[in-house]
Nanobody, 126 residues
């Protein structure tokens, strides 16, 4: 699977961004899409995931209410809407694809994800 993220940029605190993840080459096992981020000097962390098959989603507590994950399966494109951006959201954001785990998707462990995009930089100024 090939994944290409886009939509990052420099934005003021309080603003919004919509990140996109364009995918190609899916197999039947590639059902979960995850969004992760890595801030400078920190480990990569998962923020959200979605199942292509039924649209179920999950979010890290730290982003609930501000991040919205969605999918357009017809376009094989997945989105992460980020509202009320904060300086601490500054990071490189990655999308990744993997199998269904425990009948759902798991955002908190990247070990389940097998293909990754190159990332898109989000910088939030205060």
């Amino acid at each position: 699977v090939q994944l290409v993220e886009s939509g990052g940029g420099l934005v003021q605190a309080g603003g919004s961004l919509r990140l996109s993840c364009a995918a190609s080459g899916f197999t039947v096992h590639d059902d979960a899409i995850g969004w992760f981020r890595q801030a400078p000097g920190k480990e990569r962390e998962g923020v959200s995931c979605i199942l292509r098959s039924d649209g179920r989603t999950d979010y890290a507590d730290s982003v609930k209410g501000r991040f919205t994950i969605s999918s357009d399966n017809a376009k094989n494109t997945f989105y992460l809407q980020i509202d009320s951006l904060k300086p601490e959201d500054t990071a490189v954001y990655y999308c990744a694809v993997g199998p269904t785990v425990l009948d759902g998707c798991i955002y908190y462990s990247e070990s389940y994800y097998v293909s990754w995009g190159q990332g898109t930089q989000v910088t939030v100024s205060s």
